[in-house]
């Protein structure tokens, strides 16, 4: 639910970290929350729908607080209304089902794109829930509606926690590949995507792609030689699957 503004404050104090122990208590108090339980912060790149904010606990019993930190320390970082730098940003007092059914009743509800943290014990963790969860949003796909844990998408957390050395590794890896015109490029990254989807099944991928196995071999072959790296070799390949996944996530197409 949404609260007041002084409800508001107590939890962007939270949210903006280095709670003291007194700051804990006078916000369990506060705002009727247990200081310890199973909590998750939710940040959201797009406006919370009107029904995520409802009163009351949802279906599985999880309580929901949309805060604002205005005039608090680190109101920079959670605004009003429970934004952070034009996000919307939740704490979850989870229900048994965890944070999977929190995931489920945001993407039923139309919500997204958005990150959820993992399950910390306390609210004294609210303030590394946040980061983590702003992380997760880093994660997905512009433009899309994804909902997504962190502990889903830690590889490329870890890439887009290091955004110089995410260009870097973009630029070593598909730097040749980059250089073809769009609609190549998009042929040999598409039918990367499919043959990792398909468990590096060239029969598979080409069942997908609804082209022959010849052609799957051929472009793949010709990714290896463009990026000098080998889908065989289990290091090289890493490479390839995280520059894919630098690739995914810039704002340019494929």
């Known amino acids: 639910m949404r609260r007041g503004t002084r409800y508001g404050a107590l939890l962007g104090r939270l949210l903006a970290g280095g709670a003291t122990p007194d700051l804990v208590t006078r916000a369990a108090r506060g705002l009727g929350l247990p200081e310890r339980g199973r909590y998750a912060v939710v940040v959201l ?6 029904a995520a904010v409802a009163d009351g606990p949802d279906v599985d ?7 604002s930190a205005e005039g608090s320390p680190g109101a920079a970082e959670v605004r009003e209304g429970g934004r952070e730098g034009g996000r919307e940003v ?38 590394a829930a946040r980061r983590l969860a702003g992380t997760a949003l880093l994660t997905c796909e512009p433009g899309s509606r994804e909902i997504v844990r962190l502990d889903e998408r830690l590889p490329t957390a870890l890439l ?24 190549e490029r998009s042929l040999l990254v598409e039918t990367l995507e499919a043959w990792l989807e398909c468990g590096g099944s060239v029969g598979r991928t080409a069942a997908r792609l609804g082209c022959h196995r010849n052609t799957v071999f051929n472009r793949l ?34």
Do not use: I, N, Y
Not at 161 to 173: D, K, Y
């Open 221 to 254: 072959r010709r990714l290896e030689r463009l990026t000098g790296r080998s889908l065989s070799r289990p290091r090289e390949l890493v490479d390839l699957v995280l520059a894919l996944e630098v690739l995914r996530l810039s704002s340019a197409p494929p």
């Open 61 to 67: 019993g999880a309580r929901w607080w949309w805060g």
């Open 160 to 183: 887009v926690s290091r955004p110089e050395l995410s260009t870097r590794l973009l630029a070593e890896v598909f730097g040749p590949l980059l250089t073809l015109v769009p609609a």
């Open 45 to 50: 790149g797009s406006p919370v729908p009107d």
């Open 90 to 127: 939740a704490v979850v007092l989870l229900g048994p089902a965890g944070a999977a059914r929190a995931v489920a009743r945001l993407r039923e509800l139309g919500a997204g794109p958005g990150g959820v943290s993992p399950v910390v014990g306390s609210l004294a963790e609210l303030g």
